[in-house]
């Protein structure tokens, strides 16, 4: 690599811990840091989805949640589920659980396409379903988006016998079977 640039110019990110004294011999201490870009994350976007453990977390950072002891940081009132029986804590945490959408975005279920599809007009697009053979609305045939309608998609066939014919397509909801094992429907 003939570059000098410090990482062969490359754009490199360190996520640093800004609430923790940083060790002497890290990168502040190197002859680095000079050349390096400071940008400051504002908003924990993490967060947002649940602003009581989000105050939760920035009283503990700060210091100055409530402590029994030294090791321990008492928990707030509202985030603690009071043992009755095992059938009751189970129900309570089934029902206050919130799934992230990160978690989410990652879950790739068999047999459904990933989760999110982006289309654009004039995009050109492969039916992978058999639809309408009789319409040549099957496996492999290639057409292109037109417009979008709030439930219909406007195609135009571009190969084969069909081709210039326009076709509707209808949002077609997509469903689990019932054992994929997943605690929520889609």
Known sequence: MSNSE???GKVLVFGVATRFQTVNYSLVKSFLWQKIEILMLIKNMRAKEDKVFAEFLLRVGNGIQPTIHDDLIL??????IKYES???CEDALIDVFVYLEEFLNTLLPNGLPSHKLVL???FPIILLRKLDPSNSL???TRMVCERFDNYVKHVEIIIGKYAEKQVL???IPLSLAENEGYPFSV
């Open 6 to 8: 410090p990482f062969g």
């Open 75 to 80: 928990f707030p009132e509202k985030m603690v």
């Open 86 to 88: 095992e059938k009751v």
């Open 120 to 122: 654009k007009a004039n």
């Open 138 to 140: 099957c496996n492999g």
């Open 169 to 171: 397509f209808p949002r």
